[in-house]
């Protein structure tokens, strides 16, 4: 089946960003087959967007009631029974949310797509404990902070640029998730590479942390299966413009894979190389490529089915500026150069 990949906007249902309401009750029947686990161990199975650590406190603080009744995290099932689990809220919503300006695409109750530019954290950690999208998510929609991550179901490094989908209820978090582990949510990106590679290729290389620099991610024995395919969009002077496709969602895995391939990203200033303009480029260029603040990368395009429909839908999200203006200069240069390598 072949989709065009247009624009597809959704209804806006907007909510108040003023308080969010108390969490949802989980209500569920546990299944014959998984008597003889632990309560913690059997809920875990059930409700996958939960971390069993957290379902633990949930179960110790009395969140959980068992026909009734409260149980102990270890307590054994027998399968059939009926469970109520409230989960408790990891945040407040408004000690933290921020008045950040989102680029919205499209939204409705089920799901927003936005455009991140590049230089916004997805989430606070230590060295960006606020300013961050999941403050800026908490302002405009303050009941997502009962979704696990505030419905944040996959990431963009904070120099990144482009297409994210978060969800906004739990049947859309269970979908989006899903829909994510079987690879059947599309993900496009745009990354400008030193070199000319061929015109496309696999790479299928697992990713796992640096033996030594920990902050780092490389391409290592023993690591978690990582694969990228890309293709050429556009071949300039010791430059290429990519379009590559993710099937799986690694931390850094187009950066680690395309430096592992001996083709790192312009800007990059991790996995990166020293900045090569090409012969004779312009003063203009030389300095453009010098300078480029960032990893040249660009998550241009998003596809995935409906939540609740399940309509496929699919966004393209324009080159931010910069990119754009140096894939400018290096057009005309390649257009003044013919023949010269």
Same mark, same amino acid.
């Given at each position: 089946?072949?989709?065009?990949?247009?624009?597809?906007?959704?209804?806006?249902?907007?909510?108040?960003?003023?308080?969010?309401?108390?969490?949802?009750?989980?209500?569920?029947?546990?299944?014959?087959?998984?008597?003889?686990?632990?309560?913690?161990?059997?809920?875990?199975?059930?409700?996958?967007?939960?971390?069993?650590?957290?379902?633990?406190?949930?179960?110790?603080?009395?969140?959980?009631?068992?026909?009734?009744?409260?149980?102990?995290?270890?307590?054994?099932?027998?399968? $059939?029974?009926?469970?109520?689990?409230?989960?408790?809220?990891?945040?407040?919503?408004?000690?933290?949310?921020?008045?950040?300006?989102?680029?919205?695409?499209?939204?409705?109750?089920?799901?927003?797509?936005?455009?991140?530019?590049?230089?916004? !954290?997805?989430?606070?950690?230590?060295?960006?404990?606020?300013?961050?999208?999941?403050?800026?998510?908490?302002?405009?929609?303050?009941?997502?902070?009962?979704?696990?991550?505030?419905?944040? !179901?996959? @990431?963009?490094?904070?120099?990144?640029?482009?297409?994210?989908?978060?969800?906004?209820?739990?049947?859309?978090?269970?979908?989006? !998730?899903?829909?994510?582990?079987?690879?059947?949510?599309?993900?496009?990106?745009?990354?400008?590479?030193? $070199?000319?590679?061929?015109?496309?290729? @696999?790479?299928?290389?697992?990713?796992?942390?640096?033996?030594?620099?920990?902050?780092?991610?490389?391409?290592?024995?023993?690591?978690?299966?990582?694969?990228?395919?890309?293709?050429?969009?556009?071949?300039?002077?010791?430059?290429?413009?990519?379009?590559?496709?993710?099937?799986?969602?690694?931390?850094?895995?187009?950066?680690?894979?395309?430096?592992?391939?001996?083709?790192?990203?312009?800007?990059?200033?991790?996995?990166?190389? @020293?900045?090569?303009?090409?012969?004779?480029?312009?003063?203009?260029? !030389?300095?453009?490529?010098?300078?480029?603040?960032?990893?040249?990368?660009?998550?241009?395009?998003?596809?995935?089915?409906?939540?609740?429909?399940?309509?496929?839908?699919?966004?393209?999200?324009?080159?931010?500026?910069?990119?754009?203006?140096?894939?400018?200069?290096?057009?005309?240069?390649?257009?003044?150069? @013919?023949?010269?390598?």
């Amino acid at each position: 089946m072949t989709f065009d990949l247009q624009t597809q906007p959704l209804l806006t249902v907007p909510r108040s960003p003023a308080s969010a309401a108390s969490p949802t009750p989980r209500r569920l029947r546990l299944d014959e087959g998984q008597a003889g686990l632990r309560l913690d161990q059997a809920l875990a199975e059930r409700l996958p967007e939960f971390s069993r650590s957290r379902i633990q406190q949930w179960i110790e603080q009395g969140n959980a009631r068992v026909d009734g009744r409260q149980w102990r995290s270890r307590d054994r099932v027998r399968g $059939g029974e009926e469970v109520e689990l409230t989960p408790v809220l990891e945040i407040e919503p408004s000690s933290i949310a921020q008045p950040i300006a989102l680029d919205i695409l499209a939204e409705d109750e089920h799901l927003l797509v936005l455009n991140k530019p590049a230089g916004l !954290v997805v989430h606070p950690a230590a060295g960006n404990p606020d300013g961050t999208l999941l403050n800026a998510l908490l302002h405009h929609d303050a009941t997502l902070a009962q979704l696990p991550r505030c419905g944040i !179901v996959h @990431r963009l490094d904070k120099e990144t640029s482009g297409l994210l989908v978060v969800a906004r209820s739990l049947q859309a978090h269970h979908s989006l !998730v899903r829909q994510l582990q079987a690879r059947t949510m599309g993900r496009e990106y745009l990354a400008l590479v030193v $070199g000319e590679p061929g015109t496309g290729a @696999r790479i299928d290389a697992a990713i796992g942390r640096h033996p030594v620099q920990r902050k780092r991610m490389a391409v290592v024995s023993g690591g978690r299966q990582a694969v990228s395919d890309y293709r050429l969009v556009e071949r300039f002077r010791g430059h290429t413009l990519l379009a590559v496709k993710l099937s799986t969602g690694r931390t850094h895995q187009i950066r680690v894979h395309m430096r592992h391939a001996g083709y790192p990203l312009v800007g990059d200033p991790v996995y990166g190389a @020293r900045p090569r303009p090409p012969k004779g480029a312009a003063s203009v260029l !030389v300095r453009a490529l010098r300078s480029f603040p960032r990893q040249a990368l660009h998550a241009r395009r998003l596809t995935l089915q409906h939540p609740l429909t399940g309509e496929l839908l699919a966004w393209e999200a324009p080159l931010p500026e910069d990119l754009d203006g140096l894939l400018r200069l290096l057009r005309e240069d390649f257009a003044d150069n @013919r023949g010269v390598r």
